[in-house]
């Protein structure tokens, strides 16, 4: 009986956290993965930090608390990076409820690797498409 419950809450809770949780800054709901691209590659040559000033563009929703479910988001760098050729860099989190789409952010992030242990670096729902940049991780923050 315990095993309906759950899985008639998940169904009830699932248009929290499915396809509309996606926001991007146009409105459009297109550009999602069910999966992050992790970096684990040893012959990487991306940086294993980047502290970067950025605009957040889109965002998937975590859930904080209930489920254990990361979040992700897209931040257009202000200035480029050393090593890190990509405009964007796509940012999974645990819980993503303090940023908004637009916010201007200085983020410090991290490699994601598969090997993290934290879950919520492995449960996605629903992240956004980097097509095929890799994510990183958040270490710290501050909304400007």
Do not use: W
């Not at 489920?67 to 999974?92: D, E, K, Q, S, W």
């Not at 934290?118 to 498409?129: G, P, V």
């Amino acid at each position: 009986m315990r095993c309906y419950i759950v899985v008639l809450l998940f169904m009830a809770c699932y248009p929290v956290f499915g396809q509309d949780t996606l926001v991007l800054k146009n409105g459009n709901v297109k550009e999602y993965s069910d999966s992050v691209v992790y970096n684990d590659s040893a012959t990487s040559r991306l940086p294993e930090t980047i502290i970067a000033d950025g605009l957040v563009e889109a965002k998937t929703m975590a859930n904080c608390g209930n489920f254990c479910i990361g979040g992700t988001m897209r931040v257009r760098l202000l200035n480029p990076v050393t090593n890190y050729h990509y405009t964007y860099v796509y940012v999974a989190t645990g819980c993503l409820c303090k940023f908004n789409i637009g916010d201007k952010v200085h983020v410090t992030v991290s490699k994601l690797r598969q090997t993290d242990k934290e879950c919520y670096y492995h449960s996605f729902l629903q992240a956004l498409n980097s097509h095929g940049a890799p994510y990183y991780k958040l270490l710290d923050y501050k909304i400007e």
